[in-house]
């Protein structure tokens, strides 16, 4: 299966670092060099890591990356560049919507087509608390750290990157160290109504909870009459989703925060296979979804996805009767549309 285009690429990664500025582009991600505030310049190499159904015949719970570097020979060996700045080398899952991160300098030296694998239950994991560290991993140069990482916190994955690099830490004591700089689930009794804007700081929030507002869910599905908004499903099969993840530090249990969907469409929703603008349009990645067509893991688009693109969703009562409730709703979902 081919990869995703180095445009798509690219894309994801521009949406999950807004405050980024182009230092070094060649047309490809493999690697592009980019500048971020607070942070000076930082060279990425970004794949598309992908199920892994190669004729071997890996197990089924674990997806890959193929790495090849422009320019390198069939059958020759490929380095990447580590020199004068923080590396990160990082998969993009079109399935999971997040991205996974190996170590760079554990892999600089490789031979031509290197596979880098992933589990997916880290990819799993990803998208309830938004960063996933996985167990220690066996390579040729050391024990290697991996991660999944939503587009919400890369900004913040970078940074610790460059942090532990610093400190030169490996093995066990860089895992803990990414273990400790998790993004943290906030409540609402810790932060006051926020500000919402795509490129609004992510700082974390030292919080230790999960639970959220018991009150949310109700709030959320009275606003839409127990409905789901996309496919006004109702049989109770409808859920209070939230549209800023509970792992953003912008995330509250407030009725503009949530949609109510059915749990199809809110897994959906969480993947970011299908998208709502800040309109409440629903909109899909044409290249996210035809890699999952060409996966042939798309069954079932043409009756629970296709009738509903460029359609808006039902709208909650307060839209346009609560100015303000409307602008956090609709900046919410901005928010989540860029990515």
């Known amino acids: 299966m081919p990869p995703l285009s180095d445009h798509r690429l690219r894309s994801a990664l521009l949406s999950a670092l807004p405050t980024a500025t182009i230092v070094t582009d060649a047309g490809h991600t493999k690697p592009i060099i980019l500048a971020l505030p607070d942070f000076g310049p930082v060279r990425i190499y970004l794949w598309t890591t992908t199920p892994d159904e190669s004729a071997r015949g890996r197990p089924e719970d674990e997806h890959k990356a193929q790495i090849i570097l422009p ?34 300098n554990l892999h600089f030296d490789s031979a031509y087509s290197k596979n880098l694998q992933f589990k997916e239950n880290l990819l799993e994991t990803c998208l309830l608390t938004g960063w996933a560290v996985g167990d220690l991993r066996r390579t040729d140069n050391g024990p290697e750290v991996r991660l999944a990482v939503h587009p919400l916190h890369l900004p913040h994955y970078l940074a610790m990157m460059k942090e532990a690099d610093a400190k030169n830490l490996r093995g066990e004591a860089r895992r803990d160290f990414f273990i400790s700089k998790s993004p943290q689930v906030i409540t609402e009794d810790e932060q006051p109504l926020p500000v919402i804007t795509p490129a609004a700081p992510r700082n974390r929030i030292a919080s230790t909870r999960l639970s959220r507002s018991a009150s949310f869910r109700s709030s959320v599905l009275a606003q839409y009459d127990q409905t789901c908004a996309v496919c006004e499903v109702q049989l109770r099969i409808v859920e209070g989703a939230h549209i800023i993840p509970v792992h953003d530090q912008r995330c509250r249990d407030e009725v503009w925060n949530g949609v109510c969907l059915c749990r199809n469409h809110h897994r ?68 989540i549309a860029s990515l």
């Open 71 to 104: 320019g390198t020979a069939r059958g020759s060996r490929q380095r990447l560049n580590l020199e004068g700045m923080p590396t990160a080398l990082l998969g993009y899952s079109p399935l999971f919507g997040v991205f996974t991160v190996w170590d760079a």
């Open 268 to 335: 959906l929703f969480d993947l970011r296979i299908i998208r709502l603008d800040s309109s409440g349009i629903v909109r899909v990645q044409d290249d996210d979804i035809s890699y999952l067509r060409g996966l042939g893991i798309l069954g079932g688009f043409e009756s629970v996805i296709e009738p509903h693109i460029g359609q808006s969703i039902r709208l909650p009562k307060f839209f346009k009767k609560d100015v303000s409730l409307t602008s956090l709703f609709q900046n919410a979902l901005a928010t």
